[in-house]
């Protein structure tokens, strides 16, 4: 295995990326009632729940050395899983998949292969996020990426061998996990140096990139524009900045 991106970029991650109790709600509803689950993608262990007997697949020793204590990772890739074909009730990956390029397709074939029955993704459909103020205004670089490797809902369910259904994910404002989606509410984050390192979409970008967002950004907090422009999100409790919950299951 190559040194893993989030050996880099995942230092801290679970003080920043804590779960929201709604998605983990969401997320155990979809895994119905599946006893073995297994979560690939798996990180600090958010999102998994505590009521199964779940394994869990991370390739990064610094996402892996922040799960808590007794729950630990099998080292390996969404492409090539270390287990047996319909080893496990259930698969569950969530906001991992993007990071799979260019192996998304054959991971998800990994996640049918080893599941009996559920198969539950948790990803951004990158036509949507792309519209959130922050990438449509400041961040162009990061929709651009997401264009490339996020892919479309639509290919997903192509690649699934069991019928599926999609669920829109609204982001909540007051939200525990700082993924770059819960920045819709939020533009002073954009400047606070380790909400923006929390997010893969800011830790992939060139200092020269960030330097220039958090400088527009700032301007237009100060001169009113950025408020002037998006001021009624502040308004909102919650928002479709492109999550989506895809469950498959042979029984759906
Ligand atoms: C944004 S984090 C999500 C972690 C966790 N699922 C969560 O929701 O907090 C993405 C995770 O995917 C992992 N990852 C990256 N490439 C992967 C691959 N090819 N196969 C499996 N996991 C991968 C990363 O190491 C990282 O832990």
């Not at 996020?150 to 999609?166: K, M, Q, S």
């Not at 982001?171 to 909400?195: C, K, N, Q, Y």
């Not at 923006?196 to 060139?206: D, E, L, M």
């Not at 907090?221 to 002037?228: E, P, Q, V």
Request: charged letters at 30%; proline letters at 7%.
């Amino acid at each position: 295995m190559t040194s893993p991106r989030y050996d880099r970029i995942g230092h801290g991650y679970a003080s920043r990326r804590v779960e929201d109790p709604r998605l983990g709600e969401r997320i155990r509803l979809a895994l119905g009632d599946a006893r073995t689950v297994v979560n690939v993608g798996a990180g600090a262990g958010s999102y998994e729940p505590e009521d199964r007997t779940v394994l869990a697949v991370e390739p990064s020793a610094v996402m892996a050395a922040q799960r808590p204590p007794g729950r630990p990772a099998i080292r390996a890739t969404a492409d090539q899983l270390p287990l047996h074909d319909r080893s496990v009730d259930a698969a569950m990956t969530v906001l991992s998949l993007h990071h799979w390029h260019p192996s998304q397709e054959r991971g998800i074939r990994e996640l049918c292969r080893v599941a009996r029955d559920a198969v539950v993704i948790v990803t951004i459909d990158p036509q949507v996020s792309g519209e959130m103020w922050l990438m449509a205004d400041y961040l162009h670089e990061v929709r651009d990426l997401d264009h490339r490797i996020c892919p479309p809902v639509g290919r997903i369910l192509d690649w699934l061998d069991r019928p599926a259904e999609v669920e829109v994910v609204p982001i909540s404002r007051d939200t525990p996990d700082g993924t770059l989606m819960s920045f819709w509410a939020h533009p002073e984050r954009v400047l606070d140096t380790a909400a923006r390192a929390a997010t893969s979409g800011f830790a992939r970008q060139p200092d020269a990139v960030v330097e220039r967002v958090v400088r527009d950004v700032a301007a237009d907090l100060r001169s009113g524009a950025w408020d002037a422009r998006h001021g009624r999100l502040r308004q909102l409790g919650e928002y479709d900045a492109g999550l989506r919950l895809i469950r498959a299951s042979r029984g759906a």
